[in-house]
């Protein structure tokens, strides 16, 4: 089972920042929040992952709570090819992948 | 980042025939490589874990003799559908593991008729 919960679906705006956030109240020190997006049909694409520090890349920005129970995925720009169903997974870095149902992004413009 | 590749994107065949699906990692060496099935409107199941020159690991509720994958190198791992049913029809996705991250493949979409 899923050791994640997400909002089934939300909305942002074009051009606004999306936050998606994601609760795991019962990871453990050594799992990592990862972020997987899937778009229609495609497989799913890595975005970010972190274990308790906040992590930046070029795609999105990932805001870790000190008790790491919780976390919010932030695209800071969201733009219509953002629309996605987006994972937020935690595993043991060398564990495997479960999916949850994720959240659906709709950025309307 | 890293690149999945599958083999083929999508296949169409008769009940009772066998598919085989090929995922390979374009760019590194992956000695673990996953398989997931994924119906319409649903979130992607794990079938299997498949390790380089061994057994592939299976998950709960999942034929291994109907399912059958070898990961024969580095780079390649193969899932075979032996005896296709309609009701094997999906979309079928690899990803393949490079140090923390798990990178996947575009998909394959079969369909039995």
């Known amino acids: 089972d899923a050791k994640t919960t997400q909002p089934p679906s939300m909305d942002c705006a074009e051009g606004r920042a999306a936050n998606l956030p994601c609760n795991h109240s019962?990871?453990?020190?050594?799992?990592?929040v990862y972020w997987y997006r899937q778009i229609h049909s495609q497989g799913p694409q890595y975005i970010i992952h972190?274990?308790?520090n906040n992590e930046t890349n070029e795609m999105a920005s990932l805001i870790i709570t000190e008790d790491r129970k919780s976390s919010t995925l932030i695209l800071p720009h969201a733009t219509l090819r953002d629309t996605a169903v987006y994972y937020c997974?935690?595993?043991?870095?060398?564990?495997?992948?479960?999916f949850g149902t994720g959240t659906r992004l709709q950025v309307f413009p | 980042g890293a690149v999945v590749s599958q083999h083929p994107s999508w296949v169409i065949c008769k009940s009772g025939t066998s598919v085989k699906i090929e995922c390979r990692s374009l760019?590194?060496?992956?000695?673990?490589m996953f398989w997931y099935r994924q119906f319409p409107k649903q979130s992607l199941m794990l079938m299997a874990t498949?390790?380089?020159?061994?057994?592939?690991?299976?998950e709960q509720g999942v034929e291994k003799d109907k399912f059958l994958i070898n990961h024969a190198s580095l780079t390649l791992s193969t899932l075979t559908v032996t005896s296709a049913h309609p009701e094997d029809s999906s979309f079928y996705i690899c990803?393949?593991?490079?140090?923390?991250?798990?990178?996947f493949g575009p998909g394959t979409r079969l369909t039995v008729l």
């Open positions: 990803s393949a593991r490079t140090g923390q991250v798990s990178y």
């Open positions: 972190g274990l308790k």
């Open positions: 498949s390790n380089e020159g061994s057994k592939a690991t299976y």
């Open positions: 760019d590194f060496q992956a000695t673990t």
């Open positions: 997974i935690v595993r043991v870095d060398t564990d495997k992948l479960i």
């Open positions: 019962t990871i453990s020190g050594n799992e990592y």
